[in-house]
């Protein structure tokens, strides 16, 4: 349960909140490299309620600056991608990926004022697949994070992007949720129960849950029982602020999910899979393109509620369509009736309105991690608004952090980190 | 004409607001019974602004619900209808139809809290054809309305819902008002005009009109010309509180509705047909299912301005497509060249807004009775707020009232009824 | 640049705004005659934030009267146009052209109130193709603007009306914004750089830009360079208040365009192209009606935001379909990848969104005829405010003046203008 206050300030990210000044401290993924080729079209990305464009220059470089030209207001998306920069198509005012203005052409040479012009532009980086931006102060730029899925080399990871409508916290929530699992995402026929196995969906419907504080967000473990008395099976996952969150599972390729608010009702997600040691195997790869492997998703052009365009993909299944839910399939298929894992997620988080009021919810014991995470968030960004930076931000190398699972006698979680703390660590 | 204030106070109707309050007093109909079925998928409705799920157990017990799970929030539409209860996939937890949590399976022994947890329930109670619903304090709850259609045997009768896109009271105030029916439903062709007779549609377009009030509303009456001098015909009707209307008629089978709203710009209709001594006939029957019977419509689910989807009825001509208007047949077919009663007044009432604008009207004496509901209508929400209670939701006998119509040399209204007094009484 | 107060200043259009009221001072086009057909329906128009309709009476007679009928507010959109009025088909009462209730034919003659009633109602006057109409004080009523393009017969010139989804005011500067034509409407392939000269589209693509007031606005002029050295091609054009502009050329049939509000997010564009002296040839005609020579556009009811549906065209390209671009014609076919003029325009002037934030420009002085319009319209708006009514309204004749173009070595405005005066004077 969070007060509304709190609940407003942990889920409005827009430029001069709280939670959007947080967010800005950190490298957020943006879009795929592959969405902007060279020389080729700009892509309409919002990320943190701000509307920028992404694209490639002839030499590779990409670009991340603000839609509006500085001119007189005009979009920049039906700019050309020339030599090093795009130019607005209005006036022929041209930017590179700086954000500098390089070119006044439609002003006699003694009135050109190009130095006085600059676009919004963010800093990015391709790192580990996707391609990132830095949209705080220049000064506090911080190290890329060192995620081991970012790591390892291209051929050893799968990764996509889709939007969600709904405020990021809430779809978040879903990752730091082990007990769902057993219910939203179960299979009732043996065939699909079968299949499921392969996300580790137990029988244990009411796992122990516990978390351990770390620099970087959190240690979250889930005890659940097995057919051996006395001993059990410890899944272990981290959440990495800000919104970093992978599967409980050390068997590869493993999953996870990075979160980039779009704006207060809206999120990014990216979504990964990988492997620490060698490339995804042909099989693998086949697995990825099912619909239970992947979300069923469509290259979209989204009008936002503001009329405001975006590129991005859409998933098949979502609230206009009830998420394609097949009441049949519900009474003997699965427990949820909707296929695909991301969708039975998706359709739970949008389900509870583009911003959950958690003035009115009932938290649990299987909660435990929701509830740190938001405390955790809450602290971070009061301490930013007492001008307390936020010190993992410096810290690249914190990411190099795993999740885990294991079969032991171990009854708390401290005890499990201590005896396994090699296996929470990242090899690549 | 009212005050913006008065207006605001008549048509705002969500939680804690005057008018929510006073019809939160009564019993109201909330969907058809088929509409939820034997273990069936709940349907999404929204009654005054809340949106809740009804569903029906396996023993046919039908449960009105909060939409969303008290834990966190994930809506119970894509629950699990399980043996007496409403299943929430996201983790398991189960309601009955009393709101109750009656499983919380991913809580470990311990720790469940089940008894601490309560979902939004209403009681909902099958009646005349209808399911209808209690949303006020249970210690205030009424007895249900003895409407005279809603006692007699289900064969008498035929009922339909669907929505309306306009505040509740603008388009009950289209059911007492006479006058328009002279004008809007006016057919043009001899063919048509032949019809429209069932409808009662008569030759005097300014008739005499009164009111007189009773306990639950009032009596309005309609003085007609006739072609023999000194005889009137009087057509009588009644409005029942809150929102109860019907058509002045003694030829049965007649009909009327029910308005609940379904939020300030939405109003759900519950139409009515019946014949209080036997059942319909097959040629009733057939009349029914013609254009000119029944509106056309389709099964719709709506996704209302807020993003929220309700289940319900949308008839085929509606504001997307100028209900199918038709300039030549309002030349020669019918006075306004839309097909249909209801639709005709749909066009009306929708077309002066969601909430029309009651400061800038100009009333006549023809619309002495919407003048009157309304003045009613204020005094019991005032007198709601002042801690008084309406007796009227007490009192479900004084329901068993009729319409009625009748060619006497009577002038006034209280003759009539003076006059009429048992033709003014339901039998059934 | 403009702060954001002065900003709303001149974008807010609705009834009671200062620019509004501004706007109420003059003649303004509402739609073309022949959308209003002998006793044909009602047509729905928004000008200035007002709900209208236009209807033409079996005389011949154009009636302009609010939307919502006084009564009780149903629309008169479903009205019945009836000799000389148009009926309400809610309760049959009639309003003639000048808004009078000349029928209620549902209140008996005792209660007849008719004279009481009086309907919002606008004078409508047919001039240049268009009709017209004021809908300021009528003891204000100022003359017709004596357009030269206005003053010719009908075969000299050829209409069009289409709407734009953005506020009047940057639509407009579009067109006193000489230097954009060097970029956005540049043609790269040798056909379509032919075909492009008939616009005028010069090589000189930083033009010496200054502005010399008049009564009525002003004269606008571009200096461009010429292959002889001390030689210049002198465009000059004029802007007329409120909102009249039009291509500079002496080259007929020539064109411009009047804007009139639709609200605060829209604009109606009528588009003009005429010969002062003759009929249109047969292929002027036809280059008219091939896509560079009008923008391909479908009648269509929009509905806007609030719900209200109006009656207008629309460009086949637009904000929804991303103006048709196409990237590969970005390329190799003309600057923007987008056919047509007026397209092109509409691309940048909508995504600016839907009011531009003008206190983040950078303007130079390519923009002096834009900053020296905004100078003008808050100065007239502020007198206005101060009780000085526009002295040009009541100056019909000040608006025969002409847009020009001439090779000549004047250095300045003042002396181009000095040495044309002729030139710049409508003789139709």
């Known amino acids: 349960m969070l007060t509304h206050a709190d609940n407003e300030l942990l889920c409005r990210v827009g430029p001069a909140t709280p939670m959007g000044d947080y967010f800005r401290r950190f490298w957020l993924p943006a879009c795929l490299p ?51 920069g795009l130019r607005c198509v209005y006036h022929g005012w041209k930017f590179d990926t700086s954000g500098a203005c390089v070119d006044m052409p439609n002003e006699p040479a003694e009135s050109d004022f190009r130095t006085k012009v600059k676009a919004v532009a963010y800093p990015c980086q391709e790192w580990g697949g996707l391609l990132w931006t830095y949209m705080g102060p220049s000064h506090l730029a911080p190290q890329l994070p060192q995620l081991e899925w970012a790591r390892v080399p291209a051929d050893h990871r799968r990764l996509g992007r889709w939007i969600h409508q709904a405020s990021w916290l809430q779809v978040l929530e879903g990752d730091i949720d082990s007990s769902h699992s057993m219910f939203l995402h179960r299979a009732l026929d043996p065939d699909l129960q079968q299949r499921s196995r392969r996300f580790g969906v137990l029988n244990d419907r009411a796992p122990r849950l516990s978390v351990q504080p770390t620099d970087y967000g959190f240690v979250y473990g889930g005890r659940y029982r097995t057919v051996d008395e006395g001993i059990f099976n410890w899944r272990l996952t981290q959440w990495m602020l800000p919104s970093h969150t992978m599967i409980a599972s050390k068997q ?32 693998e790869l086949a697995f990825i393109e099912t619909p239970l492997g992947s979300p069923r998703r469509e290259r979209s052009t989204l009008t936002l509620a503001d009329g405001r365009r975006v590129d991005t993909w859409r998933l098949l299944a979502n609230r206009d369509n009830d998420y394609l839910i097949d009441r049949d399939r519900q009474r003997t298929g699965n427990y949820t009736g909707i296929l695909g894992i991301q969708e039975q997620d998706k359709a739970m988080t949008e389900s509870m309105g583009s911003i959950v009021n958690r003035s009115q919810e009932h938290l649990g014991t299987s909660d435990v991690a929701i509830i740190a995470a938001r405390r955790r968030l809450l602290r971070a960004v009061r301490d930013l608004q007492q001008g307390l930076e936020p010190a993992i931000a410096a810290m690249g190398d914190a990411y190099r952090v795993r999740s885990f699972d294991v079969l032991t006698s171990a009854e708390d979680l401290q005890e499990v980190v201590a005896k396994h703390q090699a296996d929470l660590v990242a090899i690549a």
């Open 34 to 84: 592959d969405e902007v080729t060279l020389d080729g079209p700009p892509i309409r990305i919002r990320i943190l309620g701000e509307d920028l464009l992404a694209f490639r220059t002839s030499d590779g470089t990409v670009g991340l600056v603000g839609d509006h030209c500085p001119h007189r207001g005009a979009s920049l998306f039906f700019g050309r991608n020339e030599e090093g």
């Open 252 to 283: 590869f390729p493993v999953g996870g999910r990075v979160y980039v608010p779009v704006d207060d009702e809206h999120v990014n997600i990216f979504n990964y899979r990988y492997h620490p040691e060698r490339p995804l195997s042909d099989q």
